[in-house]
């Protein structure tokens, strides 16, 4: 069974960064990631992680800046993100290599608006445009453990 649960990310930060090198304390980062609208989620089955996303979140948008992992746990990831996202919009980058992630997105109403060559991959922006929940379910077997 797959669970979805909020991560938080100014501690993803701390672990895997020297914050001595940044200036800045734990508390710093998360009073940053607050302001940012930085939020993260990750999808586990079992014991270990299948998927995982980081998005920024404001008044206009919530737009997806890292999603990966297996298609089903990104579907759930981008269901908790588009029903977050409630009337704003939502986008999300995905890599040309990811045609199981490009089908995903388009099953849920995503729509593919531009390709760009970025950080030496081809990346296409995916746009939803009316954000309507009930298409983006997690599926069955899924369930949700966190808050949006």
């Known amino acids: 069974m797959l669970t979805i649960r909020e991560v ?5 930060i701390a672990a895997s960064c020297d914050l001595s090198r940044t200036g800045l304390t734990p508390a710093q980062w998360d009073a940053f990631c607050r302001r940012q609208g930085v939020i993260a989620f ?12 980081v998005a920024e979140s404001d008044g206009l948008a919530v737009r997806v800046i890292a999603l990966d992992g297996r298609a089903d746990g990104c579907r759930l990831l981008l269901g908790r993100l588009t029903r977050l996202a409630g009337e704003r919009d939502t986008s999300v980058w995905c890599a040309d290599g990811r045609a199981d992630l490009a089908a995903v997105l388009r099953d849920l109403g995503f729509v593919q ?4 060559e970025g950080l030496d991959c081809r990346v296409y922006l995916y746009h939803h445009p ?5 298409p983006a379910d997690g599926g069955p077997g899924a369930t949700d453990s966190g808050r949006a």
């Open 130 to 134: 009316e954000n309507d929940p009930s």
């Open 42 to 53: 990750e999808v586990s089955e079992g014991a270990g992680p299948v998927a995982f996303a």
């Open 113 to 116: 608006q531009r390709r760009d």
């Open 8 to 12: 938080d990310m100014a501690g993803v």
